[in-house]
């Protein structure tokens, strides 16, 4: 039997080791703050919202989008990611009152995303080889 793909739609690649060095993990970040001196560093955010996330119903994953607000700052959105490698945006209902998560569903309310980092710099660790 073959699975066809529906048309404009990606696969994810199967799971892979994602982890990175700290040697490697701080080449990455010097390099980003050299290139881009005045901007954030890092942005943190609490575990408690990092789970809730990852816990909602058909998360397989995280994707993070880089974008600005209306003042031109930095701005990080977290988002769910289901197996297919749709954003989780919004959460539907089922006739029975189930949850069911869905991207882009029609009459559905929105799904749990993630933005309000608290910025580094000013909130930095001083002795990170990674600041």
């Known amino acids: 039997m073959t699975t066809r793909k529906k048309p404009g739609r990606r696969q994810l690649p199967p799971p892979t080791n994602q982890q990175v060095s700290l040697k490697v993990a701080a080449d990455f ?27 909602q119903p058909g998360v397989y ?13 930095y701005r990080m959105v977290l988002v769910g990611v289901d197996e297919q490698g749709n954003d989780i945006v919004q959460v539907a209902r089922t006739p029975r009152g189930k949850t069911r998560i869905r991207a882009l569903a029609a009459g559905s309310t929105e799904a749990m995303l993630l933005d309000t980092h608290i910025p580094c710099p000013p909130f930095c660790p001083h002795d990170s080889p990674l600041a």
């Open 29 to 55: 970040t010097k390099r980003y703050q050299r290139s881009a001196p005045a901007s954030e560093k890092a942005g943190f955010f609490f575990a408690e919202g990092l789970k809730a996330l990852l816990n």
């Open 61 to 73: 994953g995280m994707r993070i989008y880089h974008g600005l607000d209306d003042t031109g700052r």
